[in-house]
């Protein structure tokens, strides 16, 4: 059912990502009676959806505790629900984020040996593309949370963004080793020594996030919101003092206009909507959270990123690593010490 | 001393700030070796300037505790004495930020009734200027830290922003009530029954920062830090991106001279070097840090700040607005309720 913009925008924008993986097919959680006729705007699409009808919805309102006791039918939980019985490798929803947490976590469980599930997002950056997590599933973190959100954000960027051997960086208020609190500090002393394929970088600064300092950057779920809705602010700002230095004398449009094409690749570069899709980590099973606010062309990404994360073996690969941690390669209370 | 850029930075900025601020006057505390050659290229700076010779020099590496001990013939010592003693209305310094707060911190005291001095910095918005504090001086607040910051952040934006009934904002992982640790929730409640020419708006999110939603944003100095270095490494990003947009193509390039001016205007709105100084409010005395990293044009704009806050009797305000708070108007342990 979508988020602000409803089944139209999930609809619109599987009409979309068809394009790109055009072998995708999709079970579609809502009330049939609204989806029915906007399948019948695209054709192509209709042929990859099923629907299931729900009339059951999670406001986007609703508290996390009434949607786990109440919503057992809604659209969110049935679509959860198939991921559990291997009728659907992913679910993607624009709905209610803590609701879409919680659920997915009481009904899909966490992977053997995570703790807490995280919200990671890939984003751009001077030198490439890095991974963020936690993004604000977990407001405290203790270092063991730390540790395995770096160890997910590692697999992420070696399978998924193809890196041999990603670097990860801890997010801290300074760079000297003696600054932060116990669980960075104890997070930073575990990373020195894990026997993974990761090299761990140390702390870096909220800089060092655009930069690209490191492949991965790990942080607590309230910096790491903090973090990501300060950017979203910024980048408006940005975007409002660009169009109006490029509106204000006619010189400034002409050459705004010849420069068209050049502010056209600049607007892509930084459309948030390329980077839509939080991945819940660390879930038995593919979940992802589009932006509410976002259109098709935005949940369009949000698709992509969870087939891309099942076509990866994304969760496959974070039990490997699990695994390889705790078979004796190591040992586990040393380097999970908190 | 100055910062990375050392005192060439600090003479060639007090030569840009006497152009718009023509009748200061300046104390230069430092190595009169390096001072004399520098003041030598600038005669009307010269004519501005005192110099008070100390070879000694606050490293930015250094600790605060050392700083504090071993510091005290520094030149930045002497020049927060110097505004103890009346001799300076006010500092500003681009050196070592932990040693230059703890420092004025020991020597100037606080005003009355404050508990801990913050930094702020006004920065631009899509609807003008806000101010925001802490951004780093106290990691952890508690709900009176708060309310005070909110307190002094007003008085910031009546007297230097000019704005009669300024609007402020609580920093907070999501707007709903319930939401927030105890400090924020409480300094919510105490805000809400302030007897003073403030609008206390309520809970904001980061991407209210950049909107401009309140004229004065508030929270605590491990928030305000990451907010503020996110910010840093975002607009670097962007810069990133428009140059490489605008030079991909000879049409881009071509655009680009065209639009040239309106380049240079958009330039000038997010400059952050008209940004720079970070003003330490609450100490009994004016206090501004400079960027350790500005160039002159950025360190003027420093001077500026610190110029400007003597100038609109700063450190009186906040001290009317307390003596109103806890004068009867209002029972003031309602008022500031942890």
């Not at 790990?218 to 950017?231: E, P, R, S, Y």
């Not at 705790?326 to 999970?336: A, F």
């Amino acid at each position: 059912m979508g988020g602000d913009g409803g089944p139209d925008v999930v609809v619109a924008g599987i009409n979309l990502v068809l394009d790109r993986l055009p072998g995708l097919t999709f079970l579609l959680f809502g009330d049939e009676q609204r989806l029915r006729p906007l399948l019948d705007g695209f054709p192509h699409v209709k042929k990859a959806c099923r629907i299931h009808h729900t009339g059951d919805v999670i406001k986007s309102d609703a508290k996390m505790a009434a949607a786990l006791r109440g919503g057992r039918k809604s659209s969110m939980r049935l679509a959860i629900d198939a991921v559990r019985a291997g009728e659907a490798a992913g679910i993607v929803s624009a709905g209610n984020t803590g609701a879409l947490m919680a659920m997915a976590k009481m009904v899909l469980k966490t992977l053997p040996g995570i703790h807490r599930p995280a919200m990671a997002t890939y984003f751009p950056t001077i030198r490439g593309e890095s991974v963020m997590l936690d993004l604000g599933a977990n407001v405290e973190c203790d270092a063991e949370n730390l540790v395995q959100f770096a160890i997910m954000g590692a697999v992420f960027a070696r399978n998924v963004l193809g890196l041999e051997l990603p670097t990860v960086g801890l997010l801290n208020v300074g760079v000297e080793g003696f600054k932060g609190n116990e669980a960075v500090r104890g997070a930073s002393a575990s990373l020195q020594k894990l026997p993974l394929p990761l090299s761990f970088h140390g702390f870096i600064e909220c800089d060092d996030i655009g930069a690209g300092t490191v492949d991965v950057v790990v942080t607590d779920g309230f910096t790491g919101n903090i973090a990501l809705k300060t950017t979203e602010g910024i980048a408006k700002l940005f975007g409002f003092f660009l169009r109006k230095a490029l509106t204000e004398t006619p010189r400034a449009r002409l050459g705004a206009l010849v420069a068209r094409p050049a502010l056209q690749a600049f607007r892509t570069y930084v459309d948030p909507r390329r980077y839509n899709g939080a991945m819940f980590v660390g879930l038995n099973g593919i979940c992802v959270k589009s932006h509410g606010g976002t259109d098709a062309f935005g949940f369009s990404y949000a698709i992509a990123v969870a087939a891309n994360l099942v076509t990866r073996g994304f969760n496959e690969k974070i039990k490997e690593d699990l695994e390889r941690l705790y078979s004796g390669e190591s040992d586990p209370k040393v380097v999970m010490a908190k």
